[in-house]
């Protein structure tokens, strides 16, 4: 089962790349929010609560629905915490009956041999787990130790394709433990890949030599699937801005629990329409509209989506885009003029 599952993601992983590099008129990639409650409270994060009722189903449908409208190859189910809805199986589902690609991000800790095996049948593809250190402390409980036992039930159960995520820089107190995790992923027969994160104020410092040496340690035991395509972390992991074209709002949507588009996951509130309203014109207006935070910026999957159109259709900022629609707008004038 798990050798065909395997050949079919990777022709349904083709498909989607080549109909990307084709054409632009469709998402890439949307993240969706179903739950943004969490039974974690990690230290750095800023995209959870302890209060907040799951979305209805119905609800969901519809927004899937749209997404689907909106051509879109992948559907990455985000939180808080997911895994914590209670119709998590049937969103699945009705992102499989669309033919769209379907991934999870979870925190890991819901994970059993019983609740593994629903998920094969509803038909998850990729899931993702962030492990951010060995042993448990106050920032962050997503700890090897506590997961290892999750992890092992993921090996022996799991029909779709795993990738445990690490993290390095930000005053991460063992930066060593990014190289113990990802050993264990890959014993473990997963990807794993390895993000930089920004200090505590937010500023891009550059790792130390020894967070360097266990950074590139960790990237090359990563050196396969979407690991290969994580650049722009070099630069980062120097401490030097990277230029790139973010598609966000376009290509990439990140849809929060009320239904709204926003650039990503750090950047709500822009341009913060209802996905029902979304349409091909805002879809067009992000596509070339530069992004202030871009060089900066280390969240891997919007650098990744990035990569398939960074080649071509250069942006402009908020302002130059502004003039060049007063542009348009009075050469439409003159031309009904005459
Ligand atoms: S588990 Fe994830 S969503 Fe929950 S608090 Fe930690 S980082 Fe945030
Ligand atoms: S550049 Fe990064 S932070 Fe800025 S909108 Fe794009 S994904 Fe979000």
Redesign the pocket.
């Known amino acids: 089962m798990r050798q065909s599952s395997f050949l079919k993601r990777k022709f349904r992983e083709a498909a989607f790349i080549s109909r990307a590099l084709l054409s632009t008129d469709h998402v890439v990639l949307a993240h969706i929010i179903p739950m943004r409650r969490c039974n974690l409270a990690c230290g750095y994060c800023n995209e959870y609560d302890h209060t907040s009722n799951p979305v209805p189903l119905d609800v969901m449908k519809r927004r899937i629905d749209k997404l689907a409208e909106l051509g879109t190859s992948i559907v990455t189910i985000s939180g808080g915490e997911p895994m914590m809805h209670p119709q998590l199986d049937d969103i699945i589902r009705h992102v499989r009956s669309h033919g769209i690609i379907t991934g999870l991000i979870s925190n890991g800790y819901y994970f059993t041999p019983d609740r593994i095996k629903r998920l094969n049948e509803a038909g998850l593809e990729y899931l993702q787990i962030s492990i951010d250190n060995v042993e448990p402390d106050e920032v962050s409980r997503k700890s090897l130790r506590v997961l290892d036992k999750k992890l092992r039930y993921l090996a022996e159960h799991a029909a779709f394709h795993i990738n445990i995520n690490s993290v390095i820089g930000g005053g991460i107190k063992q930066p060593e433990d990014a190289l113990t995790v990802a050993k264990r992923a890959v014993e473990l027969g997963f990807s794993t890949t390895v993000g930089v994160i920004h200090d505590e104020d937010g500023t891009l410092k550059p790792l130390t030599e020894n967070e360097k040496q266990i950074f590139h340690a960790v990237k090359k035991m990563g050196n396969k699937d979407h690991a290969r395509l994580n650049w722009f972390q070099d630069s980062i992991a120097e401490g030097e801005p990277y230029e790139w074209r ?1 598609r ?1 709002g376009s290509r990439y949507l990140y849809i929060c629990e009320d239904g709204l588009v926003h ?2 996951s ?2 709500r509130g822009y341009p913060g329409i209802p996905l029902e309203k979304y349409s091909m014109e805002d879809f067009a207006r992000e596509y070339k509209t530069e ?1 202030w ?2 060089p900066t ?1 280390t ?1 891997q999957c ?1 650098h990744q989506v990035g990569i398939l159109d960074n080649w071509r259709d250069p942006q402009m900022t908020p302002v130059q885009m502004r003039k060049e629609q007063k542009q348009k707008e009075r050469l439409g004038q003159m031309v009904r003029a005459d």
């Open positions: 973010c966000s650039w990503c750090q950047q992004k935070c871009a910026c969240i919007v």
